[in-house]
């Protein structure tokens, strides 16, 4: 577990984070009805590479073989670019992080190539509001239990699930680290929240139930009964006051 102490670590994990955040922008304006999925991978890499002392901390990382994460419909998490062409109305989660003078910043979106259903429109919203409400459980004194209550009694009370197979983490040296951070929970237990920790939260929300299968090459992680998915995602510093958002513009 890395706990920041100095002016000097956050600011680099902040600037690990604004990197993160610009490049998803990017991704986010080139998903559309006709690209390769592919073609997002190669930009994450193509951009990443305007930094210096950054690189895409996914390719390689358990020998997985992209710069970043491209999930789509059904996918939750861990989908490797390919010849897969977007459809109009897919929903697309873009899951990318970049160590920057050895420090880490990983986030996540889910964005629609086109049009997307209203189903689906309101999926993503829902994963993006269940990160808020997460983040706003994260403070000093806290506890862990306290994240995943937040994040799980949102997601249900709208009739949604939490995917529970895979969860957030903590990050900072390196890209996971203790402790995992689960989207479900309960107020009060788990370990006690201190400033300086760094946390990656990352609802995955599926509007099925939450489990899961992984597809047969070993990395794509889809919902077991076919259905969407949402995927959102930041890193945050646990400041006196509450959470820092890391991964901003």
Excluded at 111 to 139: F, H, P, T, W, Y
Excluded at 205 to 219: C, L, P
Aim: hydrophobic share 40%; glycine share 12%; net charge neutral.
């Amino acid at each position: 577990m890395t706990v920041i102490k100095s002016a000097e670590e956050i600011a680099i994990m902040r600037e690990a984070g604004r990197i993160v955040a610009t490049i998803l922008q990017k991704l986010r304006e080139a998903v559309k009805p006709g690209i390769k999925t592919r073609d997002l991978n190669d930009l994450a890499g193509k951009q990443v590479g305007k930094w210096s002392f950054a690189r895409a901390s996914f390719k390689g990382y358990r020998n997985f073989p992209a710069s970043v994460c491209v999930s789509v419909n059904d996918e939750i998490v861990h989908g490797i670019p390919g010849n897969r062409v977007l459809k109009e109305g897919d929903l697309v989660s873009l899951d990318f992080g970049v160590i920057y003078r050895g420090f880490q910043g990983d986030a996540a979106i889910t964005v629609g190539a086109g049009k997307v259903s209203q189903e689906a429109r309101k999926l993503m919203e829902v994963a993006e509001a269940a990160l808020a409400k997460g983040i706003n459980a994260a403070r000093d004194g806290g506890y862990l239990g306290d994240i995943g209550a937040a994040i799980q009694g949102y997601v249900e009370s709208g009739g949604y699930s939490v995917v529970r197979e895979y969860s957030g983490h903590g990050i900072g040296r390196e890209m996971h680290e203790d402790p995992l951070v689960p989207n479900f929970g309960r107020k009060g237990e788990g370990i006690k929240l201190k400033e300086g920790m760094t946390l990656a939260l990352e609802p995955m929300v599926n509007i099925g139930n939450w489990k899961t299968r992984i597809n047969a090459n070993g990395w794509t992680v889809h919902t077991a009964d076919g259905s969407l998915s949402a995927h959102f995602e930041h890193t945050v510093a646990m400041r006196k006051d509450g959470a820092e958002i890391l991964t901003l513009l």
